[in-house]
């Protein structure tokens, strides 16, 4: 059982600059990909950015249309955590962000294939 923790979220200007974190459990966290998601009020969860496991993909980064170039996605081992760097943003950025983890380590953008998805953190940006 993998227990993941997203913090760093809140209320920001527009323009900003935030850093989500997420810290999981488990001593394997090396191998695990993960991944970042957002559900904004009255719209379907969608993928925002993931990171393959360094021993699966190489570490492969992934991002969302919508937030390439202004996102980045990072993680330290050590710490077991994966963060997601955002900047630049739009009022659009506005939802629950959720971390996820693919024990089998490939990651991607699909859902189904994180077994294990933390509360969610609330990032609210104003114009």
């Known amino acids: 059982q993998v227990q993941l923790v997203e913090s760093g979220g809140g209320l920001v200007q527009a323009g900003g600059s935030l850093r989500l974190s997420c810290t999981a459990s488990g001593r394997t966290f090396t191998s695990y990909a993960m991944g970042w998601f957002r559900q904004a009020l009255g719209k379907e969860r969608e993928f925002v950015s993931a990171?393959?496991?360094?021993?699966?993909?190489?570490?492969?980064?992934y991002y969302a249309d919508s937030v390439k170039g202004r996102f980045t996605i990072s993680r330290d081992n050590a710490k077991n955590t994966v963060y997601l760097q955002m900047n630049s943003r739009p009022p659009e950025d506005t939802a629950v962000y959720y971390c996820?983890?693919?024990?089998w380590g490939r990651g991607g953008t699909m859902e189904h294939v994180y077994e294990y998805w933390g509360p969610g953190t609330q990032v609210t940006v104003s114009s």
């Open positions: 990171i393959a496991a360094l021993t699966c993909s190489g570490g492969r980064t």
């Open positions: 996820a983890a693919d024990t």
